[in-house]
């Protein structure tokens, strides 16, 4: 019986268990996503400020180092610290030379070797002897970024439940259009300093602007909330001028270079692609909000999973242990009232013992089974009655306690020599003693008077080698008497039922009386 309470108890934990099994699964599905958002915020950075210097050495290469937008010193040092606060590192392939040509690339295995990388091809553009184009430089930084992209674009799951997904192929998406459009504004810069395009960068404008519309486009409809951001941006005065520049390039008319729609032309996308920029700084900023909101939803359901499986663990020794005295209890009660039923058992044998003493045993077996026995008419019993002579005088010379005695004895040895016979004593009253046979069970006339006559021989014979206690030269003499007829019989009292008499006989049994007094 103990081991009942342990099932649910067992179930209880086991189910409590699984369910810290799934919250601590959940909370490290949030630390991966909150790698992913640092690694892909290193990334977006990273990218970003690359982006920036390809800008501005691509304004200088373009103006032979005559003009620039801001200082290239300055620049570069914000790219290195870029480069420096980078949390991780992936392997990235970038090309052997600065121009892009060396179809192997190189593998720069750690921040030191990209570093220096970096810097030899800085120390390039501005030597004396260089020769870099502003569409070689600008695929070597295309190349990197590409691959940094490309490693983002890998490192970013899209099998995870909390949605924070959408938002990180948001901000991979959005990084590459600012990459594109970027790309084709170098194009954009060419067309207007040189009067028009040759075919193979005229494609690739169209290429790179198309793409990056896309991927604006893709990450819009991925996060609807930029939506309304980006419609903001497209409102400041220098959208339109951008649109109508776009379907001049687009169409790839011969025009009259001019240096200064070139810079005008390079001043509006950079401040098109800083508005961008913003976009995917506030996308970068709900990212981290998100990611924030998550761990701290998953800390919560851990620390409730924990509490909970902590308290099943304190209150299931605590129920057990309950229980085993609550089961310690009833065994104990069970035992006492086994007990007690056995002094009932015993209390009603002798109660019936009682009763079959008292009462015939045929009447006493329909009284416990009915719970009353109804009078009953006989038409022939035989009753025999008896009383000691000269017991009056005998008590007088005698103690209580003595005559208690004497007719205690006297009656055990009548009591010894009925059970011989058929007979039933109704009852003792003093020194007289009742006895009938014919009830109550019938018997037939000449039965029950032999019954009753061959009995009182014997209790005359007996009782004259009885001697009076204390004195004990004095026999006792009885005197008897029988008498046949009709009675009544039945059963009087509750408390003390007893089996009596009623008829004829209490003439006679008077009558005996007077002739006791006469005699």
Same mark, same amino acid.
């Given at each position: ?53 390809? %800008? ?106 909390? %949605? ?14 600012? !990459? ?76 009259? +270079?001019?240096?200064?729609? +070139? ?64 089961? +310690? ?180 049994? !008077? ?9």
């Amino acid at each position: 019986m103990i081991t009942l309470p342990f099932i649910p108890i067992l179930a209880l934990l086991i189910q409590t268990s699984f369910s810290l099994y799934d919250i601590l699964q959940y909370r490290s599905e949030v630390n991966d996503i909150e790698t992913q958002v640092v690694t892909a915020t290193d990334l977006g950075k990273m990218v970003t400020h690359l982006q920036l210097e390809r %800008g501005e050495v691509a304004f200088y290469i373009y103006t032979n180092g005559s003009m620039l937008k801001s200082n290239l010193t300055q620049r570069y040092a914000t790219t290195d610290e870029a480069i420096d606060n980078m949390t991780t590192w992936t392997e990235i392939i970038i090309p052997a030379s600065p121009n892009g040509s060396d179809d192997e690339g190189e593998v720069m295995l750690n921040k030191t070797s990209f570093q220096m990388r970096l810097n030899d091809f800085r120390t390039q553009i501005h030597s004396e002897e260089n020769n870099n184009t502003v569409f070689e430089a600008m695929l070597w930084y295309m190349a990197v970024n590409n691959a940094m992209l490309d490693h983002l674009t890998k490192h970013i799951k899209e099998s995870d439940k909390s %949605g924070i997904w959408r938002f990180l192929i948001g901000f991979k998406n959005l990084i590459r259009s600012i !990459e594109n459009i970027g790309v084709s504004a170098v194009y954009g810069i060419s067309y207007f300093g040189r009067g028009h395009l040759a075919p193979e960068p005229y494609v690739n404008f169209i290429k790179y602007d198309t793409l990056g519309k896309d991927l604006l486009n893709t990450s819009l409809n991925i996060v609807p909330y930029l939506k309304d951001q980006y419609k903001n941006l497209t409102n400041f005065r220098e959208y339109g001028s951008i649109k109508n520049r776009s379907k001049t390039i687009m169409m790839n008319k011969k025009i009259n +270079a001019s240096i200064e729609n +070139a810079i005008k032309y390079y001043e509006s996308m950079t401040s098109y692609i800083e508005g961008l920029r913003n976009l995917h700084m506030s996308l970068r900023l709900r990212i981290r909000d998100e990611v924030q909101m998550l761990l701290k939803e998953a800390l919560d359901k851990e620390a409730i999973g924990i509490a909970i499986l902590v308290t099943v663990l304190i209150v299931s020794p605590i129920i057990i242990i309950l229980v085993k005295n609550v089961v +310690a209890t009833i065994q104990l009660y069970s035992l006492n009232l086994v007990e007690k039923a056995r002094e009932l058992k015993l209390e009603q044998q002798k109660s019936d013992a009682l009763l079959f003493q008292m009462l015939p045993s045929s009447v006493a077996i329909r009284l416990k089974q009915t719970g009353r026995v109804p009078a009953e008419f006989f038409e022939s019993v035989t009753v025999y009655f008896s009383d000691i002579v000269g017991f009056t005088e005998i008590a007088s010379t005698c103690s209580p306690l003595e005559v208690c005695s004497f007719l205690n004895s006297i009656y055990k040895m009548f009591d010894e020599r009925i059970e011989c016979y058929d007979v039933y004593k109704v009852e003792t009253c003093g020194d007289a003693y009742m006895v009938a046979s014919g009830i109550p069970e019938r018997s037939d006339v000449k039965k029950h008077v032999s019954e009753i006559s061959t009995m009182a021989l014997d209790l005359l014979h007996a009782s004259s080698y009885f001697k009076v206690p204390h004195s004990k030269n004095e026999k006792i003499q009885i005197r008897s008497g029988i008498h046949t007829g009709s009675v009544g019989a039945g059963i009087v009292g509750t408390k003390m039922p007893r089996y009596c008499l009623f008829g004829k006989f209490k003439n006679f049994f !008077e009558l005996s009386n007077i002739f006791k007094v006469i005699s």
